[in-house]
C-alpha cells in the first residue's frame, strides 16, 4: 500500500473478513485483510493473508511520515464481517491504530446528529479535503451501513454506485449504459476489476485477454466521464493506468514559469498561462458549461456574468470533457497558480 500512496493513489480499498487464522478453518477468528468470498460462501479465498491491526499501520505511517502531513485518504472497508464482535474489534484497530505520534485521531468521524434511519451517517458529499484537514483528520472511512462500527465508517451506500468494468465503455459522451448523467452528476462512481486466482477458479471459462480488464484506454474514458474512484487490480509503479485516471492538469503543470491562471487547452487538460493573454473564459450554469468571447483572466468574472452565467472550473471528469467540447481550442477556468 506504501508503494500505491507514494505514485498518489489516495483511495485505497481493504476487504475485510471474520475468520479462523489457521487456514481460514481453524483457531479463533480475526478481522482478516483478504479477496475472498461473503460468509455466505464460507469466505472461500482466505486462508493465510494478513490481519486488519497489521495491514492498516502501514497507512498510518505513511500518513505520519515527514512530507505526507497535508494528505487525505479516502479508505473504503468492504464488509465482509457481518459479526458484532468483528465490528467491535475493526472499531478498536481503528482507534488504536490511524493516530498520530501525539495520540490525536487521523479519523474524520461521522457526525452522530446526522445519523439516518439505518442507524448510520451518510457520507456528506459536500465535504472537501480542505474541510478533512481543517477538522484535524486525514482518513475518510467508508463502506456498507452496519451500526456496529458506525461510530468511525460513513455509509456511502446512498451516495455512491459500483460496477465491474464492462467491454463496451466508450468515451464522452458516449460513456457506458450501466449509469446515467444524473449519476454521475451526483453520485461516486466506482468501476472495478477481478483478476484475482478467486475469480479465475470461479469463472475459469473466462478469456485469456480478460474484455472487462481496465486498460489505461478505458480508464481514461471512464475518468473522461466522470467515474472518480477505481478499483484496479495489481497496480505497478509505472502502471500507465494511473495517469489515465487524471484529468485536470496536464504533465508537468502548473509550470512556474508557464503563468499564474489556469487554461485549458486544445486537449482538454489545464497548463498554467500569463493570465494578461485572452481566451474564452469557462461559464457554468446549471450543469450547463458555456464560454465567452476571449478576454483577460481578470475580465473573466464580468464577461461571465454578463452572459447569465458564473465563471467556474471543473470539479470532475465529466465537467471537463463537458468545457473542452463547447471550447475545443481552449478557455480559461477559475483557478489561479501558487
Known amino acids: 500500500m506504501t508503494q500505491q500512496l507514494d505514485i498518489d493513489v489516495r483511495a485505497l480499498e481493504l476487504d475485510l473478513h471474520y475468520i479462523p487464522r489457521i487456514l481460514g478453518l481453524l483457531g479463533s477468528r480475526a478481522v482478516t485483510v483478504c479477496h475472498g468470498q461473503p460468509p455466505t460462501a464460507y469466505d472461500l479465498g482466505c486462508t493465510t493473508e494478513p490481519t486488519f491491526a497489521k495491514v492498516l499501520p502501514e ?98 451506500n446512498a451516495v455512491h454506485v459500483e460496477s465491474g468494468s464492462t467491454s463496451g465503455y466508450r ?36 478469456k485469456p485477454v480478460d474484455p472487462e480488464a481496465l486498460t489505461p484506454a478505458k480508464v481514461q474514458a471512464m475518468t473522461n466521464c466522470g467515474v472518480n474512484v477505481f478499483g484496479l487490480d495489481q497496480l505497478l509503479p509505472e502502471d500507465g493506468r494511473i495517469q489515465s485516471t487524471l484529468w485536470s492538469w496536464a504533465p508537468d503543470e502548473p509550470s512556474a514559469t508557464g503563468g499564474g491562471c489556469a487554461l485549458q487547452g486544445a486537449d482538454g487538460r489545464w497548463v498554467a498561462a500569463p493570465c494578461t493573454e485572452v481566451h474564452p473564459a469557462a461559464c457554468e450554469d446549471g450543469g450547463t458549461w458555456t464560454v465567452t468571447p476571449p478576454v483577460t483572466f481578470a475580465a473573466a468574472p464580468a464577461a461571465c456574468t454578463a452572459i447569465g452565467s458564473t465563471f467556474d472550473v471543473p470539479r470532475a471528469g465529466n465537467q471537463n470533457s463537458a468545457l473542452h467540447a463547447v471550447a475545443p481550442a481552449g478557455a480559461w477556468v477559475d483557478q489561479t497558480v501558487g
Open 59 to 156: 497507512i498510518a505511517t505513511w500518513l505520519n511520515a515527514p512530507g505526507n502531513d497535508d494528505e487525505v485518504v479516502l479508505l473504503y472497508l468492504e464488509d465482509n464481517l457481518k459479526n458484532a464482535a468483528a465490528y467491535a474489534s475493526t472499531i478498536s484497530t481503528l482507534d488504536q491504530v490511524l493516530k498520530r505520534p501525539n495520540g490525536s485521531s487521523l479519523i474524520y468521524k461521522p457526525d452522530a446528529s446526522q445519523k439516518a434511519a439505518n442507524g448510520c451517517v451518510p457520507l456528506p458529499t459536500s465535504v472537501s479535503r480542505d474541510d478533512v484537514r481543517a477538522s484535524g483528520a486525514r482518513v475518510v472511512l467508508v463502506g456498507s451501513c452496519a451500526p456496529g462500527w458506525s461510530g468511525n465508517v460513513f455509509d456511502w
Open 171 to 206: 468515451d464522452f459522451p458516449t460513456c457506458d449504459a450501466t449509469y446515467g448523467p444524473s449519476v454521475y452528476a451526483t453520485k461516486l462512481v466506482r468501476y472495478f476489476e477481478d483478476t484475482t486466482l478467486v475469480s479465475t477458479l470461479l469463472n475459469p471459462t473466462r
